[in-house]
C-alpha cells in the first residue's frame, strides 16, 4: 500500500474520532463554540511545535507575512469557526454518521467555489455527481415523521458545507501568498497563524457571550485535550498525503470518514441508520468521490 493512501486513511480515522468527541463534549456541558473552540485551544501549541521543530532541524525561519496572508487567513479562519460550529450543532438534532455526511458536502461545494471565485471549470461528470448529491441531500434531510425536507437540520448542514467550501478557497489564498518558503514551511505556518487566529477570535466572543464555558473547556482538559490532538494528526496527515499524490486522489480516500462514523455511531451510540439515510450517504458518498476524482 503506498504511503499517501495510509496517511489520508489515518486523517480520515483521526477527522471521525476528533468529531465524536466533539459531539460529546457538546451534549454534555460544552456548548456548540465551545466544543469548536476546545479544538484550537489545545491544538494551537502541537502545531507551533510541530512548526519550530522543523524549522530548527532544516536551519530555515519564518516566511514574511503579507497584509493578504492575513486577509485571507482571518477571513477562512473565521469560515472555519463557523463551519465547525454548525457540524457540532448539526450532532444534538441527527445521528452521527449522517452528521459527518452532511458536512462532506464541503467537497462539492468547494467545486462549486473554485468555479464561482476562480473560474475553475466543472465538467459534465462534475456537473451530473452534484445533481446526486443534490438529491442525497435531500434523502438525508427529510425528518423520519415526513415533512419538508428543509429543516434546520438541513440548514445547518449545508452552512457548515458552505462555510468550509469558503474556508479552503481563502486558506489556498493564504498559502500562496507566501513566497520563497517551502511547502512544509508554507503549510506549517499558515497551520499555525490560522489556528492561533481562530484561538483569540472565538475565545473573545466566549469571553463576552459565553464566559462559563471557558471554564467549563478548562476543566474538561482532559476529553478536550484529546480533540487537540487528533486535530494535529489529522491535519498532519492530510498534508502528509497533499504532499505526496494529487488531491483528488486524496479526498476521495479521505471518504472513508464516512465509514468510520457509521462504526463510532453504531459502537459508542448504537445508532442505526435508517434505509432512507443509508441510502443518502450512499448517494452522496457516489456523488463526493466522483466530483473529487474529476475535479
Known sequence: MELWIIFSV?????????????????ADTLGPAAATWARFLWSAPLVAIGLWAYLTATGQTLPDLSLEFWVFGASGGLFQILATICTVALFRRRAFS??????????????????????????????????????????????????????????????????????????????????????IVTAGTTLTMITFLQTVMLGVWL???????????????????????????????????????????????????????????????GERPERRESVGMALLTLSIVTVAAVG
Open 10 to 26: 489515518v486523517a480520515a480515522a483521526a477527522q471521525s474520532v476528533r468529531f465524536a468527541i466533539q459531539k460529546t463534549l457538546a
Open 98 to 183: 449522517v452528521g459527518i455526511t452532511f458536512k462532506k458536502t464541503e467537497v462539492m461545494l468547494t467545486a462549486l467555489a473554485g468555479l464561482v471565485i476562480l473560474g475553475d471549470v466543472i465538467s459534465t461528470t462534475g456537473a451530473a455527481a452534484i445533481a446526486v448529491g443534490f438529491v442525497a441531500v435531500l434523502l438525508l434531510s427529510s425528518p423520519p415523521e415526513g415533512g419538508s425536507p428543509f429543516n434546520a437540520g438541513a440548514a445547518l448542514g449545508l452552512l457548515s458545507g458552505v462555510f468550509f467550501a469558503l474556508a479552503a478557497v481563502t486558506y489556498r489564498g493564504a498559502t500562496l501568498s507566501i513566497e520563497d518558503a517551502d511547502l
Open 207 to 269: 469571553a463576552f457571550r459565553q464566559p462559563g464555558q471557558i471554564t467549563e473547556t478548562l476543566k474538561s482538559w482532559r476529553r478536550s485535550g484529546l480533540v487537540g490532538v487528533f486535530s494535529m494528526i489529522g491535519s498532519f496527515s492530510w498534508f502528509a498525503a497533499f504532499s505526496l499524490q494529487n488531491a483528488a486522489y486524496v479526498f476521495a480516500v479521505g471518504q472513508i470518514e464516512l465509514l468510520f462514523s457509521l462504526l463510532i455511531g453504531r459502537l459508542i451510540w
